[in-house]
């Protein structure tokens, strides 16, 4: 079945580590997303990207990096720069339409820093 | 800049309706909506392009006023599966690709 796969689901890490989390789609979707959630404040851009090769930050990149090699793939890397990483974060990949199309989310992948 | 959705949160009885809004300060090409049951995935509900649009999605519809950069989503009848959290996105630019979520709505079904 088409869809987006996050993993891992549940990640501890300690300070000052960097940790990946991978976004793996199979919809030939040429946009993904990736979007931060804490409680009460919804979700915040943290990067996209449009193309393969290419991303542009988000409202909140501070302490995170990506990358964009293949178009089914897109991780998030949150380096130790992040100073409360500690969040659900959520994967999304979309269509390309002139403008934003229906994003389609992963299930989420919640990192807790301890 | 992030919509401001209103209200932050409804508890409703079956059958109900309700209005959750969401506004922002600057000119707006598109507005997604979204819902999220806890735990889950948020998922698409619709788009509304510039131009006044409504649509409508079940029992659930919403209109799309450009001029004065809002939306509103409007649910009929409300059924428990309604009950989540329900975040409006804005496009501001066309073309961009960026979608802005507002902070979310909170909304209860009770029977």
């Known amino acids: 079945d088409g869809g987006i796969t996050q993993s891992p689901k549940y990640l501890f890490r300690k300070e000052g580590q960097n940790v990946t989390l991978s976004c793996e789609q199979n919809?030939?979707?040429?946009?993904m997303y990736w979007y931060r959630q804490d409680p009460g404040q919804g979700l915040r851009l943290i990067y996209y990207s449009q193309i393969v090769n290419d991303f542009q930050k988000g409202d909140i990149a501070e302490g995170y990096s990506v990358s964009r090699e293949k178009k089914e793939s897109f991780p998030l890397t949150v380096t130790s720069a992040q100073k409360n990483p500690t969040a659900f974060y959520l994967c999304a990949s979309s269509p390309w339409t002139v403008g934003a199309g229906e994003l389609f989310f992963g299930e989420g992948s919640r990192l807790t820093v301890l | 800049q992030q919509p401001v959705q209103s209200p932050q949160a409804v508890i409703l009885r079956e059958g109900e309706d309700a209005v959750i809004n969401c506004s922002s300060s600057?000119?707006?090409?598109?507005v997604h909506w979204y819902r999220q049951k806890h735990g889950e995935a948020p998922v698409f509900l619709m788009i509304l392009l510039k131009g006044g649009e409504q649509k409508g999605h079940e029992k659930i519809s919403a209109s799309f006023n450009e001029k004065k950069q809002q939306s509103s989503l409007y649910l009929t009848a409300s059924q428990l599966s309604y009950s989540g959290t329900y975040f409006c996105?804005?496009?501001?630019?066309?073309?961009?690709?960026?979608?802005?979520f507002g902070q979310g709505t909170r909304l209860t079904i009770n029977p």
């Open positions: 996105g804005t496009e501001g630019d066309q073309g961009a690709q960026k979608l802005v």
């Open positions: 600057k000119a707006l090409y598109s």
């Open positions: 919809l030939n979707h040429d946009a």
